[in-house]
């Protein structure tokens, strides 16, 4: 099975700041054939259910906000937030869909400073 | 507009059994993967199961296998989760998620299971 590693388990940054979460996988998700990364990010607002955010580790959604980005390639993985906003206060989960079991990182908590 | 709607959750009793239900809209039900994942109570993520388009290739967590089986009914847009065997740590709330290929897209509200005596 392939472990998901986030950091850090929380954050708290000040209103227009950025914040920055990684995702480490046991095992490569760069898949051969055809040089994709299996690696997405869900934002999941206080009792909501998740929502996707970014696929293929940088593709947005449709309709998420360009403040959301996403990065790395293979076990090193990055979702950044260039200018935090009040609504972006969720806890973030990256996951691998690569193979199965499909599996999780432990979220991390983004706050506001 | 893409709709989940899960339905069974409840109370039952360590050892006992519960069927899940989740029935889909707003798009080709039979076109997709479908996911069941859960959530215990202030925990994270965890994924469940998984059934392809045709019901042909089913997966599971470890944790779950010979206890769990995911079924589906495309002319009814339903996905199903039967559940034997529970134990205490299953309680969560079990969201019913649609699959591009195994990417997660979308997801439903969520049922409450809870096993207690």
């Known amino acids: 099975d392939i472990v998901m590693t986030q950091s850090p388990d929380s954050l708290a940054v000040s209103l227009g700041e950025r914040a920055t979460i990684n995702c480490k996988s046991s095992q490569s998700v760069l898949s051969r054939s055809d040089n994709k990364n299996y690696l997405a990010w869900s934002q999941q607002r206080p009792g909501q259910p998740p929502k996707l955010l970014i696929y293929?580790?940088?593709t947005r959604e449709s309709g998420v906000p360009d403040r959301f980005s996403g990065s790395g390639s293979a076990t090193d993985f990055t979702l950044t937030i260039s200018s935090l906003q009040a609504e972006d206060v969720a806890i973030y989960y990256c996951?691998?869909?690569?193979?199965?079991?499909?599996?999780f990182g432990g979220g991390t908590k983004v706050q506001i400073k | 507009e893409v709709q989940l709607v899960e339905s069974g959750g409840g109370l039952v009793q360590p050892g006992g059994s519960l069927r899940l239900s989740c029935v889909a809209s707003g798009f080709t039900f039979g076109s997709h993967w479908m996911n069941w994942v859960r959530q215990a109570p202030g925990k994270g993520l965890e994924w469940v199961a998984n059934i392809k388009q045709d019901g042909s290739e089913k997966h599971y967590v470890d944790s779950v296998k010979g206890r769990f089986t995911i079924s589906r009914d495309n002319a009814e847009n339903s996905l199903y989760l039967q559940m034997s065997s529970l134990r205490a740590e299953d309680t969560a709330v079990y969201f019913c998620?649609?699959?591009?290929?195994?990417?997660?897209?979308?997801w439903g509200q969520g049922t409450l299971v809870t096993v207690s005596s």
């Open positions: 996951h691998q869909y690569h193979s199965a079991p499909l599996t």
């Open positions: 293929w580790a940088s």
């Open positions: 998620a649609r699959g591009l290929g195994y990417l997660i897209d979308c």
